[in-house]
């Protein structure tokens, strides 16, 4: 396995197709980091083991409950695993917390994204639960990694954010509208 892409690193540069509707004929679209680090927006990046899983989904449909509060924070979300775009529409149309996602699947199919920041597990060479917040230079800021069998919390993810935004010193367990670190 790769060393993993950590903080203070650039983001790498990509091109990938991703699913991004159910509808026939508007399923894909292809995204690429030029789009996403523009100095605009930051970019909030969570990647998952495997389709047709059994954590996976309750991580997506939080992120998507969660995807106005990304919203607010000028924040482009994107989910991403090696499976195909063909798999990321079939499980959408199939479960039904996934159907009416507002992020793009990223399929990273040739996982030569997910090899370059040196998430895959060495035996299935699938993404391990890998989270990054991305500054609008595309910077990673924030790097969190899960074992397979363990879900993310999308609360601490908008707290890191929240943080990250302040662009001061933030103490344990500070969270939005508390007081920052003066010096």
């Known amino acids: 396995m790769n060393k993993i892409i950590s903080v203070g690193s650039k983001f790498p540069a990509f091109k990938k197709l991703a699913a991004i509707s159910t509808e026939a004929g508007k399923e ?6 030029e789009e996403l680090i523009n100095g605009e927006k930051w970019t909030v990046m969570f ?4 389709d047709f899983t059994f954590v996976c989904p309750t991580e997506i449909a939080e992120f ?16 991403a695993s090696t499976d195909s775009e063909f798999v990321h529409v079939a499980w959408r ?8 996602l ?4 990223l399929a990273d199919t ?9 998430i895959l597990e ?17 910077t ?6 899960n074992d397979l069998s363990v879900g993310r919390n999308v609360n601490e993810v908008l707290r890191v954010l929240d943080a990250l935004q302040t662009d001061e010193l933030c103490p344990c367990n500070w969270t939005k509208g508390e007081e920052t670190i003066k010096l």
């Open 140 to 145: 990673v800021r924030w790097v969190s990694v």
């Open 122 to 138: 060495a035996n299935e060479k699938v993404a391990y639960r890998v989270t990054y917040i991305i500054d609008p230079q595309g």
């Open 93 to 100: 149309k199939s479960h039904n917390d996934l159907k009416d």
């Open 28 to 33: 894909f679209y292809e995204l690429n980091s």
């Open 64 to 79: 998507n409950r969660h995807f106005q509060d990304f919203s607010d924070r000028d924040t482009t979300l994107i989910g």
């Open 102 to 105: 507002k992020f793009p699947m």
């Open 47 to 50: 990647w998952w083991p495997k």
């Open 110 to 118: 040739s996982k030569s994204l997910a090899e370059e920041l040196g």
